[in-house]
């Protein structure tokens, strides 16, 4: 069936796109003193999924997609910090059908929040395509 060959494909492009999207999150910052990434504030995580929750009501899907994205974003977010939470490991073993990540070069340190930026910005892009950067503007008032 047609269907079920652009079904299989929708499947099998977001895990490229979570390689992708990790090598973008993983952008070093020059050596200096930064902390884990668990020390770092949650507002960046916490606007992007309050967006995230505003296009999904405003840009319906059936409920198994909306699911499936937010579980995809949810991954990209963990992977692109995972190197910086000491205590913790990638999924990308678990993971069927998940290439192996690259991994962080050691001699550099990373600013977590740009990494968790630059992985929801990604998937965000790829779930909702025709969402303008920018927001609404009102119309100018006819007094």
């Known amino acids: ?3 079920s060959i652009n ?19 993983s952008h070093p910052v ?3 003193d930064i902390p884990p990434a668990a020390t770092f504030s949650s507002q960046v995580v916490t606007s992007w ?8 009501q405003t840009t319906p899907a059936p409920p198994p997609f ?3 994205r937010f579980a995809y974003t949810g991954i990209a977010l963990y992977e692109s910090v995972v190197p910086g939470l000491a205590s913790y490991q990638s999924m990308a073993t678990q993971l069927n059908g998940l290439p192996p990540l ?14 968790a ?3 929801m910005a990604t998937m965000s892009r790829y779930f909702h395509p025709m969402t303008s950067a ?7 008032s006819t007094r």
């Open 66 to 68: 909306t699911v499936r």
């Open 134 to 140: 920018l927001p609404p503007t009102k119309p100018p």
């Open 102 to 115: 690259p991994k962080p070069a050691a001699r550099l340190n990373y600013y977590w929040p740009a990494c």
């Open 117 to 119: 930026n630059a992985a």
């Open 30 to 32: 020059p050596q200096r």
């Open 1 to 3: 069936m047609h269907w």
């Open 49 to 56: 999924l309050t967006l995230q929750l505003q296009l999904t």
């Open 7 to 25: 079904f299989h494909r929708f499947l099998q492009t977001p895990i490229w796109l979570l390689a992708c999207a990790l090598l973008t999150a």
